[in-house]
């Protein structure tokens, strides 16, 4: 049989393996749910990259705007100009306009970038074409009216619109 001083010390060698375990169990507990509640704010953070896609499409959209031929034009000092120094003059415009966007296709789909680099380059083919049908003593403001002009009787000629709704649509979609 056991001394009253084992058993004492056999009961205290119980009662510290069992706080220790107890102990060991509530914080396990506790630390799962800590983990718990970082997951699910997880789950309802917005990803890391999401403000980055929602301003690159706000710039894209600001590009598509500033590119408009009606507002490149009204941007553009056509005074004194030839025809030909109108055309190189509005088409490295939105040339610049293009480029200095250029790294914000890393953050909008490859549908929405490939809208905005055909509307630059649908703009470009405009301003050309209706150069190359104008006399050779043409000037800057000849082109500029022509241009407008064919926008006024074709107004679905420009593509504008359209790629405006498509990122503001894939932004939506991206806020939701």
């Not at 030909?84 to 415009?93: E, F, G, N, S, Y």
């Not at 000037?139 to 420009?158: V, W």
Request: aromatic share 6%; glycine share 2%; net charge neutral.
């Amino acid at each position: 049989m056991l001394s009253t001083t084992e058993m004492v010390i056999s009961i205290s060698i119980a009662l510290i393996l069992g706080g220790a375990l107890a102990y060991l169990f509530w914080k396990q507990r506790k630390e799962a749910k800590v983990l718990l509640a970082q997951h699910e704010k997880a789950k309802t953070a917005p990803p890391p990259t999401q403000p980055l896609q929602l301003q690159a499409y706000e710039r894209l959209i600001l590009l598509v705007d500033r590119i408009a031929l009606t507002n490149v034009i009204s941007r553009t000092p056509g005074a004194g100009l030839t025809a030909r120094d109108m055309q190189v003059l509005l088409t490295q415009t939105i040339r610049t306009e293009f480029e200095y966007n250029v790294t914000q296709q890393i953050y909008v789909s490859h549908e929405s970038w490939e809208a905005v680099r055909n509307l630059k380059d649908q703009n470009i083919m405009i301003i050309n074409q209706i150069a190359s049908f104008l006399p050779a003593e043409a000037t800057g403001q000849d082109l500029s009216r022509s241009i407008l002009e064919m926008l006024m009787q074709s107004p679905k000629a420009s593509l504008h619109n359209v790629v405006a709704d498509v990122l503001s649509y894939e932004a939506k979609k991206l806020m939701s």
